[in-house]
C-alpha cells in the first residue's frame, strides 16, 4: 500500500528561489579578488553543498585563502542579490500545501544567516516547521540533515517527500531512502537528476505544483 505523504522538504536556491546567477557571480568575484581561476560552469556545479565544502571543491589548492573567499563571496552575493526573489508560482505552491495540511520543511546549502535574511525577505518562517543550513548539520549529500528534520516533526522517511534542483538533494534523500522529486529548471540537468530514481522531474514550477497536489490528493484518499 503507498505510504500517505505527510511531509515535504523543499531545497531552496534554484528549487524555490531564483538565486543561481548572483551566488554563481559572486563566487567568481570572490576568486577574481584572489586571483584564482573559476568557470561559470564550475561555479554553478558546486550550488547546494555547504559553503565550507564549496571552497574544498573549487579552491583546493589555496586552503589558507578559504575564510577570506568566504568573506568576499558573501559581502558580495548580499550587497548584490536585491532582485532574487522565488519563482513565478512558489509563493502559490506553498501556500496551497500549507492549507491542505502537509507539512513543509527546507534542507538547504546555505549557512543559517543566509536562510534567515531570505526567510525575512520573503516573510516565509511560518510557512515551514522546520528548516535547516549546511552550517548547523551536515552537508548534503549526507542524509543527516533529513535525518534531523524527521525526528523533528515525527514523520517516517518513506512518508516524506524530497524536492530539488540538484544531485546532491536527490543522492541525499536517497541516503536515507526517502522519494524525491527532481526540477529540471535549477543547476543540473534532468539527465543528472534522473540517476537518483526521482518520482519526477518537473520542468517548471506549475508542473511541480500539480505533481505535488496529486500526492496529496493521494494522501487524502488513504
Known amino acids: 500500500m503507498k505510504k500517505a505523504v505527510e511531509l515535504i522538504i523543499f531545497d531552496w536556491d534554484g528549487t524555490l528561489f531564483n538565486s543561481v546567477g548572483q551566488i554563481v557571480a559572486s563566487l567568481q568575484f570572490a576568486a577574481q579578488q584572489f586571483q584564482q581561476p573559476l568557470t561559470h560552469d564550475a561555479a554553478k556545479s558546486i ?24 568573506e ?25 500545501l500549507k492549507n491542505q495540511g502537509v507539512k513543509l520543511a527546507v534542507a538547504t546549502g546555505k549557512s543559517r544567516r543566509g536562510l534567515d535574511r ?32 524527521l525526528a523533528f516533526t515525527g514523520v517516517k522517511a518513506e512518508q516524506a517527500i524530497m524536492v530539488g534542483d540538484t544531485s546532491y538533494d536527490l543522492e541525499m534523500a536517497q541516503n536515507i531512502m526517502m522519494p524525491s522529486v527532481g526540477v529540471g529548471y535549477g543547476v543540473h540537468t534532468p539527465q543528472v537528476l534522473q540517476q537518483f530514481n526521482p518520482l519526477m522531474i518537473a520542468d517548471d514550477v506549475s508542473s511541480l505544483h500539480d505533481f505535488l497536489n496529486q500526492q496529496v490528493q493521494l494522501r487524502e484518499a488513504i
Request: glycine residues 4%.
Open 47 to 70: 550550488i547546494g553543498l555547504g559553503l565550507p565544502e564549496v571552497m574544498q571543491v573549487l579552491f583546493p589548492q589555496v586552503p589558507t585563502l578559504h575564510q577570506a573567499l568566504l
Open 118 to 149: 531570505v526567510l525575512n525577505k520573503t516573510n516565509s518562517h511560518d510557512l515551514f516547521e522546520i528548516t535547516r543550513a549546511a552550517s548547523e548539520t551536515k552537508s548534503k549529500p549526507d542524509p543527516l540533515m533529513l535525518a534531523e528534520i
Open 72 to 96: 568576499c563571496y558573501a559581502e558580495h552575493y548580499v550587497a548584490n542579490s536585491t532582485d532574487d526573489v522565488w519563482f513565478d508560482g512558489v509563493a502559490e505552491l506553498l501556500s496551497d
